[in-house]
């Protein structure tokens, strides 16, 4: 594999880095039995929640605003454990930032569960930025590599859904896939990313360490 030229390394935090799919999809479920509705299938919600979830909920009969979904989701989720980091995750996060290249965390996740998570598991420290409660992460995206005066394709971002693919695509950076969180291999293939990885130790051999 042809060694690429990275300085900077943006990543998801759902499905990425936190091991947390089954809760994430369990607390989906609850909101929509509030309101005795039906619920989306894993496979359904896996592929087609996007970085707007009013959308998708209000799309599913939901007309809820974003602070009412924040605050059933957040009643939901809190009742369980906290997640685990994935295999491999954070061998692979130490690797990079011996290499010194810079990390940052970009997600959509709010910061009460983005804190404590990189807190426990002792990863805060290798993130240079921790950006929180982000629906727009292509902006961010851009916003960094402005900020670095970076060329957009030595930026990688590391995400779970076609909606991060979507996002660093968009913004002219290097897309990674990762096909063991929300979405299926299927439908990130389907999204066009630069590289599809099943495991994070895959992203080592992107980079040639």
Not at 6 to 17: H, M
Not at 38 to 54: C, F, H
Request: charged share 25%; proline share 4%; aromatic share 12%.
């Amino acid at each position: 594999m042809k060694k690429i030229e990275v300085k900077l390394i943006g990543w998801d935090l759902d499905g990425t880095l936190a091991n947390n799919f089954d809760a994430h999809y369990q607390a989906m479920c609850a909101v929509f039995e509030r309101f005795n509705m039906p619920y989306p299938t894993k496979e359904e919600y896996g592929e087609k929640v996007t970085l707007d979830l009013v959308k998708f909920y209000n799309e599913r009969g939901l007309s809820l605003t974003r602070d009412q979904l924040s605050q059933f989701f957040r009643e939901v989720i809190e009742g369980f454990p906290p997640p685990k980091i994935f295999g491999g995750a954070k061998a692979t996060l130490e690797k990079i930032q011996s290499q010194n290249i810079e990390q940052a965390l970009i997600t959509m996740a709010s910061e009460y569960r983005v804190t404590p998570f990189i807190k426990n598991f002792d990863i805060e420290r290798i993130f240079f930025a921790v950006h929180s409660d982000i629906n727009n992460k292509q902006g961010i995206i851009t916003k960094i590599i402005q900020e670095k005066n970076i060329d957009p394709r030595h930026f990688i971002y590391v995400g779970d859904t076609p909606a991060d693919v979507e996002a660093a695509n968009s913004a002219g950076a290097i897309s990674v896939g990762f096909a063991g969180g929300f979405a299926s291999k299927k439908a990130l293939e389907k999204s066009r990313p630069d590289f599809l990885i099943d495991d994070h130790e895959e992203l080592l051999d992107i980079l040639g360490f």
